[in-house]
């Protein structure tokens, strides 16, 4: 054991945890294994690896863990399944799938929009306000940002626009949450409708049939030329400045979640409000902070969306992905490491869904779906044991 | 009041407003009227600040006269339909009898009429997106995935109603519309299921559905897909459904989507909705979680089993609009209609102005099918207003409807004020 793991497994709560992560790499070096570069031609490694994984998951999961245990269970079946389906395609088109560079590049493109609508959210909800408004934040920030972009002829006041129109969206959504006390998934819903109605509306009386031009000054990639053309270089070397800040963004949200006051304060008032105003914190103040900030995170995700991936805005462009940042959200047990990891699942489902139309055109239709089902999976599986904070979406009336 | 010899009618000269049992009656049946007026006001209000918020925005941004605009979206919708009243004659269904009739039904192809056509198909499949929504949040559940329910009704739809050739009309039908309820109750059942056992919230798993049905609708008719046209191997479509599945046409030109009997269905749903909900154990139970699921608990409801009830009884109205939709006037599935429709979404807005309540959604779907109507290229004279723009106005009308709905604690403060300064007076 090198000296870095040490110190990292002395931080692991239980020894039982530390099992299950083996159980969850076992299972991914089971897919791995049928996989280029290595493409053993045979499952039969594979099941043994799965097996293994699924045995430690088993076992972690009637100990007690059972959220660790059945991610390793997991981790064991789809690596099985993987490498199974892997032996029965052709070798070259295998290769021509899984460019693992390409196939990771593309995961933190997919995962970036996630990540800061699933930070922002985890404002809102631990500060007690469910955001469901996240998906009509996101269309916000994407279309504002684009337009302002357009507009002023410059991608970061098109991203300033877009986080500004994603903020108002969400101080509405807190007016309704907090003075209001209006039930938030219905209020929620209402933003998301707004989004959906105001962004089209402008998008068509703006651009009309022929759509953004495209010409938009976008976001710019960040060259990072040391890193030379190898496997890091490929993945880590051109990519948008935007990701980079998300990356920045998740050890920032932690630290300012549990080791501020700010992040206590945020806490308190999504796990007990009364007790919050008792000790002086303006639990309104609080929440319509978190809730504004939320807005402006998850917009600056739509702002990525149409100034710096695809360079360009169609009607309702988020496509659920505020959702799906919810139930990173939710998967990652509202905290900011594991939503981030959630949104990384997410992203390679995507990316992977992007390349599979190698096997067949028409069943590629399919594979879009599979980031959705996934999501589905993932919030079967872990909600029940995952803990919300404890006043969320509940309204807090001041005596 | 009659002043019947002998009755004790109060004497002349006194207010009546004085004391004695009569004034409390009157006082207790103005203040029922008013609860019930705010059943039907808040509503309204809620629907008029809707439209002026809306019109506002058309004043802005295109500088257009919002009242012209509403106006033609009203002339779109067949609404004046019903302003031309005149002296007509309907026969009565199994006699030679005729009696007379406001309204000139036998008025086929006038362009009010079709509008007005279109406007009921409308409404017909908004009822029932409007139930499915509202059904699942008198269980105190909510239900986004009306959308999907009713993709793969439609989906089951039109593939029982493009195979099977040659069979009885009504068995046919009866068939498809089965299958459809089914499955539409099976897809929101997988969400009902979820939040039973696991506890997973029905927002993001009906939402996740929602997208996993577009998805598996767009591979069914899209080009190599299982159930692409088998004519027509370029266009991304289903197969047309054979005769004997069409719904009979009601009123109106059967080759120009003329009023389908799905109608009748609609009208059946809103009576089982009601008496479902409150002249049965099952509805009793549902509304019991609804009001408070820990109370229902202690009662001894099973809180679980009405949570999966709930929306799979949801998704099967869903499910039948989907179904009626296809054997009514669609008659296929384009992967194109799968992923730009909207009316599972509209049937939230229809549950939240409806108050769930069987008439409240009846009006609330009439009014968004007039606005869907109203504003499609088909219908809205581009002369007054771009028809691409106006049904974004009605999204936007939609979202603030929802918004209003969720703010009712405004419409509540302003109508108990304007009361309470009424009665002091």
Redesign the interface.
């Known amino acids: 054991m090198t000296s870095m793991a040490l110190p990292v497994a002395a931080r692991m709560p239980n020894a039982l945890r530390r099992v299950a992560w083996v159980g969850i790499v076992v299972g991914i070096v089971a897919a791995w294994l049928a996989l280029p570069p290595l493409t053993i031609r045979s499952w039969v490694p594979s099941l043994v690896l799965a097996l293994i994984a699924v045995m430690l998951g088993i076992g972690i999961a009637i100990r007690g863990e059972r959220r660790f245990g059945g991610f390793a269970i997991a981790a064991g079946l789809f690596g099985f399944g993987i490498a199974f389906l892997a032996t029965l395609s052709t070798v070259g088109k295998l290769e021509s799938v899984v460019v693992w560079s390409a196939l990771l590049a593309a995961m933190l493109r997919f995962a970036t929009p996630l990540a800061f609508a699933a930070l922002g959210g985890m404002f809102s909800e631990r500060s007690g306000v469910v955001n469901?408004g996240l998906e009509g934040m996101m269309l916000m920030g994407a279309f504002f940002g684009i337009m302002a972009a357009d507009k002023l002829d410059s991608w970061w006041l098109g991203l300033l626009a877009g986080i500004l129109a994603g903020g108002a969206a969400a101080f509405?959504h807190a007016v309704?949450a907090i003075h209001?006390?209006?039930?938030q998934?219905?209020?929620g819903?209402?933003?998301?409708?707004?989004?959906?109605?105001?962004t089209?509306?402008?998008f068509?009386?703006i651009y009309g049939?022929e759509g953004t031009p495209t010409d938009i000054p976008s976001i710019p990639n960040v060259h990072l030329g040391f890193l030379g053309d190898g496997f890091v270089g490929d993945i880590f070397g051109s990519l948008n400045l935007m990701i980079w800040i998300a990356i920045v963004l998740v050890p920032l949200t932690w630290a300012i979640m549990f080791k501020t006051p700010i992040g206590l304060r945020i806490r308190a008032c999504g796990e007990h409000p009364r007790a919050a105003d008792t000790v002086g914190i303006s639990v309104y103040g609080v929440r319509y902070g978190a809730v504004t900030l939320s807005g402006m995170l998850a917009a600056a995700g739509g702002a990525y969306l149409s100034i710096g991936f695809v360079n360009s805005f169609n009607e309702n462009m988020t496509?659920?992905r505020g959702?799906?940042a919810?139930?990173a959200l939710?998967f990652g047990n509202w905290r900011p490491f594991g939503a981030a990891a959630a949104c990384l699942l997410f992203g390679f489902s995507s990316a992977l869904a992007q390349r599979l139309p190698e096997y067949?055109?028409?069943?590629s239709?399919?594979f879009?779906?599979l980031p959705?089902?996934l999501?589905?999976i993932a919030?079967?599986?872990v909600?029940?044991r995952s803990i919300p904070p404890a006043a969320v979406g509940r309204p807090y009336k001041k005596q | 009041m009659s002043t019947d010899a002998g009755g004790a009618a109060p004497p002349p000269g006194v207010d009546p407003s004085g004391l004695g049992p009569e004034l409390q009656t009157s006082w207790i049946e103005r203040y029922g009227v008013a609860q019930r007026a705010e059943g039907i006001l808040a509503p309204l209000l809620t629907t008029v600040l809707a439209f002026l918020v809306g019109g506002l925005?058309v004043l802005v941004?295109?500088g257009k006269n919002p009242l012209t605009t509403y106006r033609a979206i009203f002339d779109g919708a067949g609404l004046s339909w019903f302003f031309q009243i005149g002296n007509h004659e309907i026969g009565l269904p199994w006699s030679d009898a005729k009696v007379w009739f406001p309204w000139n039904v036998n008025d086929f192809e006038s362009v009010a009429a079709v509008n007005l056509q279109q406007t009921l198909i409308v409404t017909t499949t908004l009822v029932f997106t409007g139930l499915a929504v509202a059904f699942a949040f008198r269980c105190g559940l909510?239900n986004?995935g009306g959308q999907g329910q009713y993709i793969v009704g439609a989906i089951w739809a039109v593939w029982i109603g493009s195979s099977f050739e040659g069979m009885n009309p009504l068995l046919h039908i009866t068939l498809a519309i089965v299958v459809a309820t089914l499955a539409g109750a099976v897809w929101a059942g997988i969400a009902g299921f979820?939040k039973a056992t696991?506890?997973?919230?029905e927002?993001?798993?009906t939402?996740?559905?929602?997208?996993?049905a577009i998805?598996?609708g767009?591979?069914l008719f899209?080009?190599?897909?299982p159930l692409q046209n088998d004519a027509q191997s370029s266009v991304p479509i289903s197969n047309d459904i054979v005769e004997s599945a069409k719904l009979p046409i009601l009123w109106g030109d059967p080759l120009l989507q003329g009023l389908h009997t799905g109608i009748f269905l609609a009208i059946v749903a809103l009576v089982v909705y009601w008496a479902l909900l409150n002249r049965t154990t099952l509805g009793y139970g549902v509304r019991a979680v609804g009001f408070n699921p820990e109370a229902a608990r202690y009662g001894g409801i099973g809180v679980r089993r009405n949570y999966f009830l709930a929306m799979a009884i949801s998704g099967a109205f869903a499910g039948i609009a989907g179904a009626i939709d296809v054997l009514g006037w669609q008659f296929r599935l384009a992967t194109g209609d799968i992923q730009t429709s909207q009316v599972g979404?509209i049937g939230?807005?229809v549950a939240?102005l409806g108050r769930n309540t069987a008439v409240g959604v009846l009006l609330a779907a009439l009014l968004f099918g007039s606005l869907v109507t109203g504003t499609s290229t088909r219908n809205l004279d581009p002369e007054i207003f771009?028809p691409?723009?106006a049904f974004?106005?009605?999204?936007?009308?939609?979202?603030?409807v929802?918004?209003f709905?969720?703010?009712?604690?405004?419409v509540l403060w302003l109508l108990r004020r304007l009361r309470r300064s009424g009665l002091s007076a």
Do not use: C, K, P
């Open positions: 469901i509405v309704w209001l006390q209006a039930d998934i219905v209020s819903t209402a933003v998301n409708f707004l989004a959906v109605g105001l089209g509306y402008l068509i009386d049939s496509a659920g959702f799906i919810l139930a939710i067949s055109q028409s069943a239709v399919l879009q779906a959705y089902v999501t589905l919030v079967a599986g909600i029940g | 925005v941004t295109t909510f986004i979820l696991v506890g997973a919230h927002v993001i798993s939402i996740m559905l929602n997208w996993i998805w598996i767009s591979f899209g080009l190599g897909g979404f939230i807005a939240l771009q691409e723009l974004n106005l009605t999204l936007l009308i939609q979202g603030l929802v918004l709905v969720g703010a009712d604690l405004i």
